[in-house]
């Protein structure tokens, strides 16, 4: 199977993870509403965003040299693009987080799941700005772009990493949080989105490593 | 930085986690025992043994082409040889969770870090026969070999990952469990272990994705 096939099956995954996350939050859960009264519609917000983002449109950007057709230009301009939105519907997913806790009055910061995130959103924040100077605006010289290129990667499949690794705590704490059981159907749809989610990482990786 | 640079770090930050771990297991939790009649005691030679095997020993072992002097025989041999033991030390670590449980009576295989944790276990395996058929016996010829390289370096760096989201939940499980509350010490000593675990798996993918 060519790297191509694989970012087939990477599309697939994160579509697979959409779907199960949006059955989860609208079926099992209370529905997402960013300006509710309803203090859990209001979170429901956060690992929606947080995976549309940080995860499914960064994977996507990441791909894009691949899978988009046209010229090196166009290609470019989508994966800056897609990175930027990812970065804006993180901002708005990190807020309906902390206006869930100011709502019930949750302690902020604490977990292993908001130190992950937190220090990922922060570094996302970093590489987009140092790749935005250093490959678009026209500064940089050719050597330059050279010698940066293999860390721009490198660091872009570490932050896909570590997006996937909040996702998969984030995940687990909620479990945990609303008392999933053992074995119930609502505590295998978790596993399943998670599942998707780590796949989806994992199939992005390996077509970008490839390359 | 060069890549041998940051293999420095990920060193570093592995001896860190495993010094947080056994602060954390020893001091904090209830100590190490294989053979206890104490449930937890069991208990705690999973996280150790699952971090030491498949993340600190599986990343040096995959940093060793890079790290250890001499041949390349010798290090492919290292390389291979630290994969095995990961792998036994792996085992006995699974083995120690289901008899935790099974003296507990607490339910096998249900949240989602097990899921991802188990699904790791045996994608190491066979990544690791595949790696035996393919580059240690005289079998495969030469092409066979360049073909397979890419994808066992992008499968083995995709199990690092995913080895990595197994820790990060499996300490999250184990926050929960224990309940641990928002702020106190032991909390904070869990969230430095997971971002040490983590920050070693991004060093090795940053060394391995460089080269």
Known sequence: MSA?????LAHLFGVLAIILLLVWLLHYREGIE???????RVFNVHPLLMFLGFIFLAGEGMM?????????EVRKFVHMTLHIV???????????????????????????????????????????LFGFV?????????????????????????LLFMAVCAAETGLMEKSRFIG???YQ???N??????????????SVNIVVGLR
Chains 1, 2 share one sequence.
């Open 134 to 158: 250093t490959f678009m605006l026209p500064g940089a010289q050719g050597p330059t772009r050279a010698t940066m290129l293999p860390w721009h990667k490198a660091g872009g499949r570490a």
């Open 4 to 8: 191509f096939g694989i970012s087939g």
């Open 34 to 40: 960013f300006d509710s009264d309803i203090g859990f």
């Open 180 to 182: 999933l059981k053992p």
């Open 185 to 187: 159907t609502e505590i």
């Open 86 to 128: 990812a970065i804006i519907l993180g901002i708005v997913g990190l807020y309906a987080v902390f206006k869930f806790h100011d709502m019930a009055h949750i302690a902020d910061l604490y977990s292993l799941h908001s130190w992950i995130g937190i220090v990922t959103f922060g570094l996302f924040g970093l590489q987009w």
């Open 64 to 72: 894009a040299f691949l899978t988009i057709p046209g010229k090196r």
């Open 189 to 202: 749809l978790v596993n399943f989105t998670g599942l998707a989610i780590l796949l989806f990482g994992v």
